[in-house]
């Protein structure tokens, strides 16, 4: 799931280095925390959180293939 996140948020991020994916699994439910630099958060949220909102409903479709559960926090 870390995988995907990365390759999905990667392309839309400038400051890669500061781009950190932490996974956390407890029983079915996986936490994933994405922290960016603050010029990046803009892009990866997009205009009125559309984009993600989109890479929310990927994820969660990946999670249901798995049948898990996925959070995904966006942060600094």
């Given at each position: ?70 959070t995904i926090?966006?942060?600094?």
């Open positions: 799931m870390k995988d995907l996140l990365e390759t999905i948020v990667s392309p839309l991020v400038d400051h890669k280095d500061q781009m950190e994916i932490t996974e956390q699994r407890r029983g079915n439910q996986t936490i994933l925390n994405l922290r960016l630099a603050q010029e990046d958060m803009g892009r990866v949220i997009g205009k009125g959180g559309k984009r993600a909102t989109a890479i929310r409903v990927i994820m969660k479709a990946k999670a249901f293939q798995e049948r898990r559960r996925v926090n966006i942060g600094e």
